[in-house]
């Protein structure tokens, strides 16, 4: 009697158990259409609710294959896990199925195995109805499935209204423009603009020498700096002061052409050490003495002050003829 009632008891639990497992599993399995035209598709939608820790055995489904005879897999999509509370999973599945036989066709519960327990979906039915054709209806009638159609380009259709018009109003601000440059006439109403006040080249060069001076170049190792700057400095000046583009010109171009103005024809010969002196600085990278570099500064220095502009002499005023007369008489 005690050993029935031993093995009574553990009958109970272990379905007790098995009802309290399978309370925790949540299988469904829905169709999102119940009837087919032949060759058309519908989807499965799996659902699973478990526990985190559990683990679970899914249906055998294979892509391409037969779910059931006349109902074929087109496409298993990957199980979707989310997070629930209590330490529970829900993964869903997708299933895209397709018929070409009509009929009626019942699908099976899905099967999952839950630590070693099974748990089933409900079944599903589908009914596949066939494609009504005309009795008289041909072979020759029949057509292919017609491609996708591509509709016309039309470049505004992919351009936001906003830039549209940002681009309508730029363009419409730019014509204004082009025409206020164009027609408007500043001296009309006395806005002529001021021209900026030009140094006249000894000013400038006698500036620049000095400034040249006190970034102290070649003391620094910069031989090669200092004498270009120098000689920029001598071309700018013959380019202001005697109308000649020295800036194009080599040194014996310069040479030649201050050869034939009288007022530097005196002073040439000190122009000439500055641009022998930096040839052979910057071409065959000869490095100058301390004396030599200060001597090629001071030679810079007398060509501009002794080919600096003149004052113009003073005419005498007018003499009057009675005076220019008596002054003759006299002698």
Not at 98 to 111: A, N, R, V
Not at 252 to 270: G, H, P, Q, T
Not at 315 to 328: A, K, L
């Amino acid at each position: 009697m005690k050993a029935r009632l031993i093995t009574f008891i553990t009958i109970v639990l272990s379905i007790f158990a098995s009802m309290h497992a399978q309370s925790t599993i949540v299988v469904e399995a829905v169709l999102d259409s119940s009837v087919l035209w032949v060759g058309e598709q519908t989807m499965i939608h799996l659902s699973l609710t478990q526990p985190q820790d559990d683990q679970v055995i899914y249906p055998e489904v294979v892509e391409g294959s037969q779910l059931i005879g006349g109902v074929e897999v087109v496409r298993l999509s990957q199980p979707d896990t989310m997070q629930l509370k209590n330490n529970r999973l829900n993964i869903q599945q997708d299933i895209l199925v397709t018929s070409f036989d009509s009929g009626f066709y019942y699908i099976p519960p899905f099967k999952y195995i839950v630590e070693g327990d099974t748990v089933k979906t409900q079944s599903l039915s589908l009914k596949v109805v066939p494609v009504q054709v005309a009795e008289d209806a041909q072979a020759s009638d029949m057509y292919d499935i017609k491609d996708v159609v591509e509709p016309p380009f039309h470049l505004f259709d992919f351009v936001p209204k906003g830039v549209v018009w940002a681009l309508l109003i730029i363009v419409v601000v730019l014509v204004v423009v082009y025409f206020f440059l164009k027609y408007y006439k500043p001296q009309a109403i006395g806005l002529q603009p001021t021209p900026e006040p030009q140094i006249p080249p000894y000013d400038k060069a006698i500036q620049e020498l000095q400034s040249l001076r006190d970034m102290k170049l070649w003391q620094q190792g910069q031989d090669k700096l200092y004498y270009t700057r120098l000689v920029d400095i001598l071309r700018e000046y013959i380019d202001g002061r005697f109308d000649i583009t020295a800036m194009e010109m080599t040194s014996s171009e310069i040479m030649s052409a201050l050869a034939r103005r009288k007022e530097a024809k005196e002073v040439n010969k000190y122009l000439n050490e500055v641009l022998s002196m930096a040839d052979f600085v910057k071409f065959a990278k000869m490095r100058p003495l301390p004396d030599d570099n200060e001597q090629m500064m001071r030679r810079a220095y007398d060509f501009v002050e002794l080919t600096k502009p003149q004052p113009e002499p003073q005419q005498p005023e007018n003499i009057d003829p009675s005076m220019s007369e008596g002054v003759n008489n006299n002698q």
